[in-house]
């Protein structure tokens, strides 16, 4: 069984860093898509979210790194696998944005919402390991995939346990407060 507490290998960092940038320009890619909805439809609300998701992206972060810091990638003990899963959960987030404006179904508020129990959900699921997931995976997949994709996981988890849910938190509970002293006013 491969391990994924210490990178073993420059390629997975590669891959971190390819994955990452492919999923920022993706991310760019729905971002105006988006805009030019709301474009269409006059509506511009929906523009604070989606340009600040894309700054949150760790790909401007490796992007600086690779340009202006060194000549070469440095190692980094998780060969960031951390990164390739808040890209993919950034990206993911993203489009159901988009979703959620292209049909005009959705408000902001539940949008942030189910952002904010996402990651709250992600804490403990980043402290889910043992041989089951990588055995379960191991049957679908190569073992060396199938650590990079439980290392993906575990990473994803934690970042958006970490970074994401205490200020999503506080967001939803600002909207909630003000939507109940508005209703209060009225």
Not at 33 to 57: D, G
Not at 94 to 103: C, E, M, R, Y
Request: proline share 5%; net charge positive.
């Amino acid at each position: 069984m491969n391990f994924f507490l210490a990178c073993s290998s420059i390629e997975y960092l590669n891959l971190s860093y390819t994955i990452a940038y492919i999923t920022v320009g993706g991310g760019a890619v729905v971002v105006i898509v988006s805009f030019l909805v709301e474009l269409r439809r006059k509506r511009f609300s929906w523009l604070p979210i989606y340009t600040l998701m894309l700054a949150c992206y760790p790909a401007w972060r490796l992007l600086y790194e690779d340009a202006f810091l060194r000549p070469w990638r440095p190692g980094i003990a998780d060969c960031g696998f951390a990164d390739r899963g808040e890209s993919i959960f950034l990206l993911i987030a993203h489009i159901a944005g988009l979703v959620l404006i292209s049909t005009g179904r959705g408000t902001k508020q539940m949008f942030i919402l189910l952002l904010t129990v996402s990651c709250w959900v992600a804490i403990p699921l980043s402290y889910v390991g043992g041989p089951a997931p990588y055995v379960l995976l191991s049957k679908c997949f190569s073992p060396d995939t199938a650590s990079q994709i439980l290392a993906t996981l575990h990473g994803a988890a934690a970042r958006m346990g970490g970074w994401y849910a205490l200020p999503l938190t506080f967001i939803s509970l600002i909207g909630h407060l003000r939507r109940g002293a508005n209703a209060e006013n009225d």
